[in-house]
Nanobody
Framework: QVELVEFGGGLVQPGEDLRLSCVFV????????MGWFRQAPEKERELVAG???????YVADSVKGRFTLSRDHAKNTVYLQMNSLKPEDTARYYC????????????WGQGTQVTVSS
């Protein structure tokens, strides 16, 4: 059973930076595509950024140029570097894992809150 443990959320002012970490536990990290999603109150969960097992990345237009996603296979960890944060980035951020050949093998972390406010 896969477990995803997220770290790094918090309260920051507009323009500041944060780095979120997601530690993957319980299976073979290299067999999973990884992503960060976010959900603001009364909004649907949306994909912020994703990274394949081979390192190809996707970043949503709303955060392009500010957010960067990376993965460290030695540490079984995915990072979301968030720079120049805006109030509209306020949301609960979730780490997700999807097996590359088993669509039913999809897992979520518990989420970490990011609040951008002056």
């Amino acid at each position: 059973q896969v477990e995803l443990v997220e770290f790094g959320g918090g309260l920051v002012q507009p323009g500041e930076d944060l780095r979120l970490s997601c530690v993957f536990v319980g299976s073979t990290f290299s067999l999973y595509d990884m992503g960060w999603f976010r959900q603001a109150p009364e909004k649907e969960r949306e994909l912020v950024a994703g990274i394949s097992t081979g390192g190809s990345t996707y970043v949503a237009d709303s955060v392009k140029g500010r957010f960067t996603l990376s993965r460290d296979h030695a540490k079984n960890t995915v990072y979301l570097q968030m720079n120049s944060l805006k109030p509209e980035d306020t949301a609960r951020y979730y780490c997700g894992a999807q097996h590359i050949s088993r669509p039913d093998y999809k897992f979520w972390g518990q989420g970490t809150q990011v609040t951008v406010s002056s």
